[in-house]
Structures are given as C-alpha cells and as structure tokens.
C-alpha cells in the first residue's frame, strides 16, 4: 500500500513538473534573396547602393550588371559618397529580368 501511495505522489509531482516547464518557440525568418539585372543603357558609367545591404555597384556604360535584393530593397544612385535618387524598389517579379537604366 505505501509503494502505491508513493508511486501515486512520484507520478503526480512529475505530471506537476512537467506542466510547469515552458515551451519558447523561435520563429525564424528567411528572406528570399534574388538576381536583379540591370544594363546600362546610357552613356556614362553610374554608381549605385543597394540601400538594404548598403553594397553599392559599379553600372558599366553599356554592360549588363546582377544586383542579389530582397523584396523591399531599395536601389539609390550613389554620388559622392552618399545616396543620391531613388532608381527602384526590388520585387519578386524583376527576378532575373534585365531593367533598362533609362527606364527606371
């Protein structure tokens, strides 16, 4: 009889412990990173930042240049050491596809 009282109040403070113990649920967030293409159709060389890593690209006269932007990035002229005009907003649909400059 003892033994069964005393397994009885072992289970009992175990199932106690057990739902005293908290749960943290980590959310992680993966942002989607993709090639954005951007030739330079003018007639001079540009420089530009990419506003959300802050890395900043030289655009060749001419040459086609892959920019990797989340969705949301913000893709600004860089000159003289800051940014200067907003060129684009990065979205999922400019995913691979070649952006004239001049008609940004």
Sequence with gaps: MKKTILLLFLA???MSMKSNQVVLN??????EKFDIK?????DNEVKVINAGSGGSYSLTKNATTTIKMEEGD????YEKGKKGNLILTATKEMHGK???LSKL
């Design 26 to 31: 980590k959310e992680i967030t993966i942002t």
């Design 98 to 100: 070649v952006q004239l």
């Design 74 to 77: 913000k893709l600004h002229y």
């Design 12 to 14: 009992l403070s175990l």
């Design 38 to 42: 951007i030739k330079n159709d003018t």
